[in-house]
């Protein structure tokens, strides 16, 4: 008998995520709607998780559990999870985050209801390590206008924390996007990519609890150590690189490649420089800091001493 394909696909990557991996698991299994898959791609953990993952997996026939035998780095295992999935929907899942039981329901509603809509999401609150509610999230990423300029200003000029990648997107749409690059706030190329083809829409409960704790992926991390979580084939030493020209760069290129028209593309790269300008004491000491690299890397070496 054929496997029926659910409509929402949830990926979850993880790596050594066992002191709330099995809270957030319970969160997803528990959703009121119920024609879901869980993906889990586990990273090489050296921990718990493997044990969890397996011990859900066994009880609960949504899920999908994949493990890495190396760590294939964060960018990498987020997209294996993509990739693996097949719904209509789908929806990153951090291993640490917590959704209300009607979260993927409330969005799967807004994005039947509007097709013109590539991304749903519900309003957020910030949770502790004991899952106590620290703050609502005030950042506004509803999208809801017909012209892309017009949502990639919004979303340029307000956007914080990128809540709406853990939202639910339009499987098609995703597929269209380059996914999560190897490169530092690689998460904003992919909802800009997604912003281009399409509305995003809110659902006003704060029904997504992100944590924010010192165990965090990012947290108090150096540019150099970022871009090695993002990608382990990547050096520390070469790492602290291009982190806002190379955004500037894929986001430019977003738009190139985009199916916008034509006439808005202009506006979307002037919203694009100005934007990027404000960082522009961080992108010339980047370009000084990589020419100096090359000029080092150029010049020939002293000849040995004759010794006789």
């Given at each position: 008998?054929?496997?029926?394909?659910?409509?929402?696909?949830?990926?979850?990557?993880?790596?050594?995520?066992?002191?709330?991996?099995?809270?957030?698991?319970?969160?997803?299994?528990?959703?009121?709607?119920?024609?879901?898959?869980?993906?889990?791609?586990?990273?090489?953990?050296?921990?718990?998780?493997?044990?969890?993952?397996?011990?859900?997996?066994?009880?609960?026939?949504?899920?999908?559990?994949?493990?890495?035998?190396?760590?294939?780095?964060?960018?990498?295992?987020?997209?294996?999870?993509?990739?693996?999935?097949?719904?209509?929907?789908?929806?990153?899942?951090?291993?640490?985050?917590?959704?209300?039981?009607?979260?993927?329901?409330?969005?799967?509603?807004?994005?039947?209801?509007?097709?013109?809509?590539?991304?749903?999401?519900?309003?957020?609150?910030?949770?502790?390590?004991?899952?106590?509610?620290?703050?609502?999230?005030?950042?506004?990423?509803?999208?809801?206008?017909?012209?892309?300029?017009?949502?990639?200003?919004?979303?340029?000029?307000?956007?914080?924390?990128?809540?709406?990648?853990?939202?639910?997107?339009?499987?098609?749409?995703?597929?269209?996007?380059?996914?999560?690059?190897?490169?530092?706030?690689?998460?904003?190329?992919?909802?800009?990519?997604?912003?281009?083809?399409?509305?995003?829409?809110?659902?006003?409960?704060?029904?997504?609890?992100?944590?924010?704790?010192?165990?965090?992926?990012?947290?108090?991390?150096?540019?150099?150590?970022?871009?090695?979580?993002?990608?382990?084939?990547?050096?520390?030493?070469?790492?602290?690189?291009?982190?806002?020209?190379?955004?500037?760069?894929?986001?430019?290129?977003?738009?190139?490649?985009?199916?916008?028209?034509?006439?808005?593309?202009?506006?979307?790269?002037?919203?694009?420089?100005?934007?990027?300008?404000?960082?522009?004491?961080?992108?010339?000491?980047?370009?000084?800091?990589?020419?100096?690299?090359?000029?080092r890397k150029r010049e020939p070496r002293t000849p040995a001493p004759d010794v006789g």
């Open positions: 008998m054929k496997k029926r394909v659910p409509r929402v696909s949830i990926g979850l990557p993880v790596h050594n995520g066992e002191l709330f991996l099995a809270r957030t698991l319970d969160s997803l299994l528990n959703q009121t709607f119920r024609e879901i898959e869980v993906i889990i791609s586990d990273n090489a953990s050296t921990d718990a998780t493997q044990e969890i993952c397996e011990s859900f997996a066994a009880r609960d026939p949504r899920i999908e559990y994949i493990r890495q035998e190396r760590n294939l780095g964060a960018s990498a295992n987020y997209n294996v999870v993509a990739r693996r999935s097949h719904g209509e929907y789908f929806k990153w899942a951090a291993h640490d985050d917590l959704c209300e039981p009607t979260l993927v329901e409330r969005c799967v509603d807004l994005l039947d209801k509007n097709k013109d809509a590539v991304v749903a999401y519900p309003r957020s609150v910030l949770i502790s390590d004991a899952d106590d509610i620290v703050e609502p999230v005030t950042e506004d990423m509803s999208l809801p206008w017909n012209t892309a300029s017009r949502r990639l200003r919004h979303f340029l000029w307000n956007t914080s924390l990128c809540h709406p990648v853990f939202g639910l997107i339009r499987a098609d749409a995703l597929a269209r996007t380059g996914l999560i690059g190897p490169f530092h706030s690689a998460d904003v190329i992919v909802l800009i990519q997604l912003l281009l083809q399409g509305k995003f829409i809110e659902h006003p409960e704060p029904l997504f609890l992100r944590r924010m704790h010192t165990g965090t992926s990012l947290w108090n991390k150096s540019d150099a150590d970022v871009i090695v979580w993002y990608d382990t084939s990547a050096s520390r030493k070469h790492a602290p690189a291009l982190r806002y020209t190379t955004l500037f760069a894929a986001a430019m290129s977003s738009v190139l490649k985009s199916p916008i028209p034509l006439w808005d593309k202009p506006i979307c790269w002037m919203i694009l420089a100005r934007a990027y300008a404000t960082r522009r004491r961080e992108i010339a000491g980047e370009l000084v800091r990589a020419t100096r690299g090359i000029v």
